[in-house]
């Protein structure tokens, strides 16, 4: 049987193709999609999202719009990311926009589809949690009705992402945005399984990996891939605030393929406040979060520009 996933992003260039990757996933059922309005702005991730589901996909989604709204919002540059895939000529071919807007917010999209659906739910965040702590406080019933979430944020090195004023640095982006809704979460019981800096940090945007989309862009997919990594910097003599990193793909393969990451059990808490605010600290009386540490970089790479191939 297939796994059912609701898949909440932001609308980044990792985000997008994670949604793609998605939809190839034989194993995966999508029981709806929605967008927060974190790294990107929400007007062209929903459009750029609605395409690639009339491009890649099957039918029968909608994709909700959130209203959450950030702590420390997300770079501006960072933000107009989805614009480009949206434009991307591969993605206007036809002139026209299938896939509906669905008429609640995300959050409550959240809950009527993990209740509409029979078994349980895998929840794939890509971006901040907030409409998922909204969903909890709104609905605490849905947590039984969901198997697992699978998240990209956090980190428990001393360097994290954010390079912001009256920050210490020690934070990933996902969880500045809004700490409390991490907090929230991790309040929760809820089975967490976190795709943390540790291992995105092993899968840099490179120019070998550009080089390989390039020559096999026969593929429509792979073709695809190429044009939307050639968007944003890679990692070239050392890393700035700007290189790009696969970190949502990651954990989007993660979903698919769980022999690709090792992966190691802390109880941790969040920082809710102050300079560290998002920073996320192991702690013996912290919850459990499963940390994917490690990843095979060759055998990922392999597998999402195969699924690519698929399209
Ligand atoms: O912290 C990683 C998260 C991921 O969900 N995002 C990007 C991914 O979608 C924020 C982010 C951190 N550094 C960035 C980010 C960068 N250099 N460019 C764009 N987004
Ligand atoms: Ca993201």
Not at 169 to 189: H, K, L, M, Y
Not at 256 to 272: A, P, Y
Request: charged share 25%.
């Amino acid at each position: 049987m297939k796994e059912k996933i609701y898949f909440n992003h932001d609308g980044g260039v990792d985000d997008l193709v994670s949604l793609f990757l998605l939809l190839k996933m034989d194993a995966v059922e999508l029981t709806g999609v929605s967008v927060i309005p974190a790294d990107c702005y929400l007007e062209p991730a929903m459009f750029a999202s609605r395409k690639i589901i009339d491009r890649f996909g099957n039918g029968g989604l909608d994709v909700a719009e959130s209203n959450s709204r950030a702590k420390n919002p997300f770079p501006k540059d960072w933000r107009m990311h989805a614009f480009y895939v949206d434009a991307l000529p591969i993605l206007n071919e036809s002139g026209r926009v299938v896939t509906p807007v669905a008429d609640k917010p995300a959050h409550l999209h959240l809950i009527d589809t993990v209740l509409a659906t029979e078994e349980k739910t895998t929840l794939l965040f890509t971006g901040p949690l907030t409409d998922l702590a909204r969903a909890l406080d709104e609905a605490p019933e849905i947590e039984e009705k969901i198997k697992r979430l699978v998240w990209m944020g956090g980190t428990f090195r001393e360097a994290g992402n954010v390079h912001e004023p009256e920050h210490d640095g020690t934070a990933e982006w996902n969880v500045f945005w809004d700490p409390e809704a991490a907090a929230r979460v991790w309040d929760s019981s809820i089975e967490i399984d976190l795709v943390a800096l540790e291992s995105t940090n092993q899968v840099p945007l490179t120019l070998d990996v550009r080089e390989r989309w390039a020559k096999e862009r026969k593929y429509l997919g792979v073709d695809f891939l190429g044009q939307c990594y050639a968007m944003v910097p890679p990692l070239v003599h050392f890393s700035t605030n700007s290189t790009y990193y696969l970190w949502d793909v990651l954990t989007t393969a993660f979903v698919g393929n769980h022999d690709l990451v090792k992966v190691q059990t802390i109880n941790s808490i969040v920082h809710t406040d102050g300079p560290s605010q998002g920073r996320t600290v192991e702690s013996a009386d912290g919850r459990p979060v499963n940390v994917v540490y490690d990843v095979n970089r060759d055998a990922f790479f392999d597998y999402m520009t195969e699924l690519a191939k698929k399209a």
